[in-house]
């Protein structure tokens, strides 16, 4: 299934134009890009790095008609760039907007390794049109997740329609099923930890479980008696008695007053929840920069779907949220933003860093 649009031009035709950003980049360092992102993407093409980044988040400008501006220090949204300091237009037909973004994600995912995974960050009006662009780009069996983002407190607008609270970050592996996964899991809140390991003794909270599990086992151990007690019907023992014995000599069965056995298990043994696809990161209430996004939200990308010798990559970098949280967590990072206060902004999160930087010029 292919979108069709006006002046949409074929793949080979982006990637020819890269050619014509051909730079020296540096090969082991950080580094940060000033001026327009397909220049700063073809130069990594160009200088070395195909098949070499191993995450990708991009955060573009979401097609709101609106200019980002600031105002006397603080941010703002405005509709006329007269009201503040522009730093940011976004401003497209939905068609340009498209291919705007296609010309960028086609050499991304020749930059991206086989191990790689791209998230991009957009919203509820424009996110399922880039869906079927990326389904393009990826192939639909590269898909893994349209995650929904809770961004803010409800909201109460006048409008005949219903309030929106959330964006949306479509998540793609280059290779399927070879990104990159650490299986960041979520710990279990105060509530879901009284309702699952209620008890509590020496060790710490724990639930039980049966000794038994569904299925009879014709012949072997498993379904014959332990300590003169045979698995129920339809049953078998989950273990062999040797093991049963050596939980019982550590305390970990726990027998009824009518001498049922149960197998304890421990809340400190618990690996975690597993994270769903609706997540809640609020982005900050005073941000330094428009748009600026959520760091603990960029914490988890990076810390899921990267190793510690990978480089990670945002190309619409914005104050450098992605690239921070790649510094935190101690990998290399690739950001790039056409915007000076961007740039500067970058430059003092990540002061402490060691980077280099690029201008792109005009
Ligand atoms: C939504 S903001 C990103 C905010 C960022 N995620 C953060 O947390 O601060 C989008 C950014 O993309 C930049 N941008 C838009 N078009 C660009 C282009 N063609 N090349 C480079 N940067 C671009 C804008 O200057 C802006 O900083």
Known sequence: MELIYRNKKPREDILAQTEKFRMPVSADK?????????????????????????????????????????????????????????VFQDKFTLEEYLEFLRERIVPIRELLSERGSFYLHTDTKTGHYIKIVLDEIFGSDCFCNDITRV??????????????????????????????????????????????????????????????????????????????????AGRHWRTKPEEFDRLDAEGRIEWSDRGNPRIKKYLNEHKGKKIQDIWTFKDPQYPAYPTQKNADMLDLLVKQSSAPDSIVLDCFSGSGTTLAAAERNGRRWIGMDKSEDAIRLTRAALAAADFVEYDLGE
């Open 151 to 232: 961004k803010s407190n409800p909201k109460n607008f006048k409008r005949a329609a219903y309030g929106n609270e959330k964006d949306v970050v479509l998540f793609y592996a280059k290779c399927a099923g070879k990104n990159i996964w650490n299986n960041v899991s979520l710990p279990l809140t105060e509530e879901e930890r009284l309702a699952r390991f209620p008890k509590r003794d020496e060790r710490g909270y724990y639930t039980t479980i049966p000794l038994h599990a569904p299925g009879e086992t014709a012949n072997g151990v498993t379904g014959k008696a332990w300590r003169g007690i045979l698995p129920p």
């Open 30 to 86: 950080s580094m940060l890009f000033y001026g327009e992102n397909f220049a700063g993407l073809s130069a990594l093409l160009c200088g070395g790095y195909a098949g070499k980044i191993d995450l990708v988040y991009i955060d573009p400008p979401f097609n709101t008609r609106q200019s980002f501006s600031v105002e006397e220090g603080r941010t703002s949204t405005v509709s006329r760039a007269r009201a503040g300091k522009v």
